[in-house]
């Protein structure tokens, strides 16, 4: 456990300077050299790699190469086909949609890619134990494959979040004759179609990936494999890339960002993000994630206000300004600025006041100061960070103690509800259904805190059902108004997506949903 009473609270410093955006290293001009192996640093270890129980950012890194989706988004977030030919057909009352696929594309084990291969995955998305996928894919009464590459989703109400929650993990699609081997054993080996398919997997050291030349586009790829290194510092990654070990590397440090950019021979992509990193309060998860929430009994779980007062404590720009050097922004929503779901409600956040904040603990008749055990990650800069909201925090009332664990194992605390508060993020989706249900709804595969609002729920469910997009961001904005009275979740920042790479390689590429591309990335002629 980590202790800085000591430290002087964080002073608010100047509006952050604005940040240009670089999704892409891009191939075009440059002389591509076939064949190799690029190794990229990822700076913690995904969990199982498989698409209907995963829940790590880093898991969909290696995905990105295996798995491709029913859809996916470019640079500006929008929507693509990509094994779907065509954007969704939607009926008039918005319960049938149908999706044209592609008539080329084979899985890795020479399983054909058909109508039939979608229904199953879904299917299983939707039925199997432990799927986080299942609330993200909506009130789904029928699939079924309506001619041999056509496949028809039939709802019980509108749903439209559909096409987007397709352009993540819910849209990769899956070898049938996999799994029907593996079962639940599916992510040891993955079996997908993509440019690369699963090679081997070292726990807590490195996943690789080979060439699939099974590929329907192979010849858009180039490299022989990837390997994904496990770097969980910062500093390590960063000195991985100055020696070329490594030619890419994710999550680089605001500490290391601006010293990296001058440097001969080195590039960092840089993008904004859709997610956000956040404070979850366990106020019900009794019982483990999914589960009906129950009484925690404690003051932190029962009483609204003294959350409220520990957000009413936090200093967002300031923090994020100071501990990120100005390069993350400070957030209040799950919903992105940037997103056209956005509305002064969403943008909204409760005022600075840790006066006014300690005045609201001592109403409730807490102990002041209140003790408040919160997990993080060990990662460097996330430690850094909740050292200096543990000071930040103290005037308003709060003594808070850090507890620093894994990344994995802090995936698991969270599914187990074996915490009082814990520090993670989420990497965000361009539909805000995917930042907010499963997070917010009762019984949500994503529900850490356990939070159950009735009201919260009937509006997830409107916003929905509604294809209008200003009548869904005012139902989100409502949302975002009522978590900011329960604060369930306290939002904190966004940060911005910081990829390094070694300028003698390309077309690597990062998008506003922080997943880093390496599927048609290639080694490249040093330039004169």
């Given at each position: 456990?980590?202790?800085?009473?000591?430290?002087?609270?964080?002073?608010?410093l100047?509006?952050?300077?604005?940040?240009?955006?670089?999704?892409?290293?891009?191939?075009?001009?440059?002389?591509?050299?076939?064949?190799?192996?690029?190794?990229?640093?990822?700076?913690?270890?995904p969990?199982?790699?498989?698409?209907?129980?995963?829940?790590?950012?880093?898991?969909?890194?290696?995905m990105?190469?295996?798995?491709?989706?029913?859809?996916?988004?470019?640079?500006?977030?929008?929507?693509?086909?990509?094994?779907?030919?065509?954007?969704?057909e939607?009926?008039?009352?918005?319960?049938?949609?149908?999706?044209?696929?592609?008539?080329d594309?084979?899985?890795?084990?020479?399983?054909?890619?058909?109508?039939?291969?979608?229904?199953?995955?879904?299917?299983?998305?939707?039925?199997?134990?432990?799927?986080?996928?299942?609330?993200?894919?909506?009130?789904?009464?029928?699939?079924?494959?309506?001619?041999?590459?056509?496949?028809?989703?039939?709802?019980?109400?509108?749903?439209?979040?559909?096409?987007?929650?397709?352009?993540?993990?819910?849209?990769?699609?899956?070898?049938?004759?996999?799994?029907?081997?593996?079962g639940?054993?599916?992510?040891?080996?993955p079996v997908?179609?993509?440019p690369?398919?699963?090679?081997?997997?070292?726990?807590?050291?490195?996943?690789?990936?080979?060439?699939?030349?099974?590929y329907?586009?192979?010849?858009?790829?180039?490299?022989?494999?990837?390997?994904?290194?496990?770097?969980?510092?910062?500093n390590?990654?960063?000195?991985?890339?100055?020696?070329?070990?490594v030619?890419?590397?994710?999550?680089i440090?605001?500490?290391?960002v601006d010293?990296?950019?001058?440097?001969?021979?080195?590039?960092?992509?840089?993008?904004g993000?859709?997610g956000?990193?956040?404070?979850?309060?366990?106020?019900?998860n009794?019982n483990?994630?999914?589960?009906?929430?129950?009484?925690?009994?404690?003051?932190?779980?029962?009483?609204?206000?003294?959350?409220?007062?520990l957000?009413?404590?936090?200093?967002?720009?300031?923090?994020?300004?100071t501990?990120?050097?100005?390069?993350?922004?400070?957030?209040?929503?799950?919903?992105?600025?940037?997103?056209?779901?956005?509305?002064?409600?969403?943008?909204d956040?409760?005022?600075?006041?840790p006066?006014a904040?300690?005045?609201?603990?001592e109403?409730?008749?807490?102990?002041?100061?209140?003790?408040?055990?919160?997990?993080?990650?060990?990662?460097?800069?996330?430690?850094?960070?909740?050292?200096a909201?543990?000071?930040?925090?103290?005037?308003?009332?709060?003594?808070l103690?850090?507890?620093p664990?894994?990344?994995?194992?802090?995936?698991?605390?969270?599914?187990?509800?074996?915490?009082?508060?814990?520090?993670?993020?989420?990497?965000?989706?361009?539909?805000?259904?995917?930042?907010?249900?499963?997070?917010?709804?009762?019984?949500?595969?994503?529900?850490?805190?356990?939070?159950?609002n009735?009201?919260?729920?009937?509006?997830?469910?409107?916003?929905?059902?509604?294809?209008?997009?200003?009548i869904r961001?005012?139902?989100?904005?409502?949302?975002v108004?009522q978590?900011?009275?329960?604060n369930?979740?306290?939002?904190?920042?966004?940060?911005?997506?910081?990829?390094?790479?070694?300028?003698?390689?390309?077309?690597?590429?990062?998008?506003?949903?922080?997943?880093?591309?390496?599927?048609?990335?290639?080694?490249?002629?040093?330039?004169?």
């Open positions: 456990m980590l202790l800085l009473a000591s430290c002087a609270p964080i002073q608010a100047e509006p952050a300077p604005e940040r240009q955006d670089v999704p892409a290293a891009e191939l075009d001009g440059k002389t591509v050299v076939e064949g190799g192996d690029l190794v990229m640093a990822l700076s913690a270890e969990d199982r790699l498989d698409p209907t129980t995963s829940s790590s950012l880093y898991t969909r890194y290696v990105q190469t295996m798995c491709q989706k029913l859809y996916d988004i470019d640079a500006e977030g929008k929507l693509a086909p990509q094994l779907a030919t065509e954007l969704p939607i009926s008039a009352d918005g319960l049938t949609v149908t999706i044209p696929l592609r008539t594309a084979v899985f890795a084990d020479g399983t054909p890619f058909n109508a039939e291969a979608a229904k199953a995955t879904l299917e299983r998305h939707l039925t199997l134990e432990g799927s986080t996928r299942k609330g993200e894919l909506g009130p789904i009464g029928s699939i079924d494959a309506i001619g041999e590459f056509e496949l028809e989703i039939t709802y019980e109400t509108p749903f439209a979040p559909l096409t987007a929650a397709l352009a993540d993990r819910a849209g990769m699609m899956l070898s049938p004759a996999a799994l029907e081997q593996a639940t054993a599916f992510g040891d080996h997908c179609v993509g690369f398919k699963f090679k081997d997997r070292v726990p807590q050291t490195s996943i690789s990936v080979e060439r699939d030349p099974l329907y586009d192979a010849g858009a790829v180039h490299l022989d494999t990837i390997t994904y290194r496990i770097m969980t510092d910062a390590i990654r960063a000195a991985n890339l100055r020696s070329g070990d030619q890419v590397a994710d999550t440090s605001p500490q290391d010293a990296l950019v001058q440097e001969e021979g080195l590039g960092v992509l840089q993008i993000s859709l956000y990193q956040a404070m979850t309060v366990n106020i019900g009794v483990g994630t999914g589960e009906p929430p129950g009484d925690l009994g404690t003051p932190l779980a029962q009483q609204a206000d003294i959350r409220r007062a957000s009413m404590s936090i200093d967002r720009e300031a923090l994020v300004n501990v990120f050097n100005s390069w993350y922004e400070p957030a209040c929503s799950p919903v992105s600025p940037d997103s056209p779901y956005a509305s002064e409600l969403s943008e956040c409760v005022d600075y006041d006066g904040a300690r005045t609201l603990l109403s409730t008749g807490a102990p002041v100061p209140f003790p408040i055990t919160m997990q993080v990650t060990n990662s460097p800069d996330t430690l850094r960070y909740a050292q909201l543990q000071a930040a925090v103290s005037e308003g009332g709060f003594d103690t850090i507890r664990v894994e990344y994995s194992t802090l995936l698991d605390v969270q599914t187990r509800g074996d915490f009082e508060a814990l520090q993670l993020g989420w990497s965000g989706r361009i539909d805000p259904h995917g930042n907010m249900s499963n997070f917010l709804k009762t019984g949500g595969g994503n529900n850490y805190s356990g939070y159950s009735p009201e919260v729920d009937q509006l997830l469910a409107e916003a929905a059902q509604s294809t209008d997009p200003d961001a005012e139902l989100y904005g409502q949302v108004q978590v900011q009275i329960d369930p979740i306290l939002y904190l920042y966004r940060v911005r997506s910081l990829t390094g790479y070694t300028k003698d390689v390309a077309g690597v590429a990062t998008y506003p949903d922080g997943v880093v591309r390496l599927g048609t990335a290639a080694f490249v002629e040093k330039e004169d």
